[in-house]
């Protein structure tokens, strides 16, 4: 069967040999194996910490959580009540329907409602819809956000991110085209200093030392190239892109990472994070990232 259901998660096949994982708990991709465009072998693309939870009792750390409706800390009044990255990734999302099933891709829909975990933090009506759609050498994740407000009700306001842990050796990878993009580096030791604009000048960006950098307006599609492999990360109305990587500085401060994880990945998260995006009642608004495996 090309897609399945087991004990809380979707798994998801492509003929040609790709494979998912997706968890219902945050409708986290938490496994994409795929061959690559020169070479048919089956890699795992994705890292999950050996030390990550997946019961459900917190965010995976690792695969691809889906951050809304807000990115850090919220800084939005209707999100006060929300913690780091808002609920999507740790509620538990339901699975809704297979899209499509054919040669060209496999695709489902999970859907997320209100419900009293949410309302009691976020008043908003809203309906989510998360479409994993696998192809031979492509893993891709559209967000759908509708404002299911009254007519008379203001435009739902948010943030989103696809929080991707990518495998590769970060001691000896390269992201591009950030050159000339506008910076926020997050590791600055004050709000004065986190809040200063800076211009990227490096023709690629590496993360051999603690990165958590926000670019504003970025390019939108970028490569994350490593010698064991190359991933095209293409957005689409996510403006802006997140590099981190906590190195052992931060890395070893986080519980569930596993002891020199972040020598392992790297992320480089698309995401509308600066500013919110805003839908009219009734409308909706979608945000995708795909992920192809070059190599
Ligand atoms: O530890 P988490 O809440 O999962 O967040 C992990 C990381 O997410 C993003 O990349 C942020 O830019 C980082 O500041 C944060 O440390």
């Not at 919220?74 to 808002?86: K, N, V, W």
């Not at 949410?118 to 008043?123: A, D, V, Y």
């Not at 989510?128 to 759609?133: A, D, E, F």
Request: glycine share 8%.
């Amino acid at each position: 069967m090309p897609v399945a259901q087991q004990s809380g998660k979707v798994l998801i096949s492509h003929p040609k040999g790709a494979s998912a994982e997706i968890l219902l708990y945050g409708a986290t991709v938490i496994s994409w194996k795929s061959g690559s465009i020169p070479s048919p072998e089956l890699v795992e693309r994705l890292f999950v910490s050996s030390k990550a939870t997946l019961d459900g009792s917190k965010p995976v750390r690792g695969g691809i959580p889906v951050v809304f409706p807000c990115f850090g800390a919220p800084t939005h009044p209707e999100h006060s009540l929300l913690g780091q990255h808002g609920f999507a990734r740790s509620e538990l999302w339901t699975f809704h329907s297979i899209v499509m099933d054919n040669e060209s891709g496999v695709s489902v829909k999970l859907t997320l409602e209100p419900k009293a975990s949410i309302t009691e933090k976020f008043k908003r009506p809203f309906h989510l819809s998360y479409i994993v759609t696998l192809a031979e050498h492509q893993l891709s994740t559209d967000l759908h956000v509708k404002n299911t407000g009254l007519s008379t009700s203001p435009p739902l306001e948010f943030q989103a991110l696809f929080h991707n842990y990518i495998r590769v050796p970060s001691d000896d990878v390269l992201v591009t085209p950030l050159q000339g993009i506008t910076y926020y580096d997050k590791t600055e030791t004050s709000e004065e200093l986190r809040s200063l604009p800076k211009v990227e000048t490096r023709a690629s960006v590496d993360v051999r030392e603690f990165t958590d950098f926000v670019y504003e307006n970025a390019p939108g599609t970028y490569e994350v190239a490593s010698p064991v492999s190359r991933i095209e990360v293409r957005a689409t109305n996510l403006k802006d892109v997140v590099v981190w990587n906590p190195r052992a500085e931060a890395g070893s401060k986080i519980a569930d990472m596993e002891a020199g994880g972040w020598e392992r990945y790297i992320c480089v998260e698309p995401g509308y994070v600066r500013g919110f995006v805003a839908v009219e009642a009734g409308q909706t608004w979608i945000g995708q990232q795909v992920l192809t495996a070059k190599l």
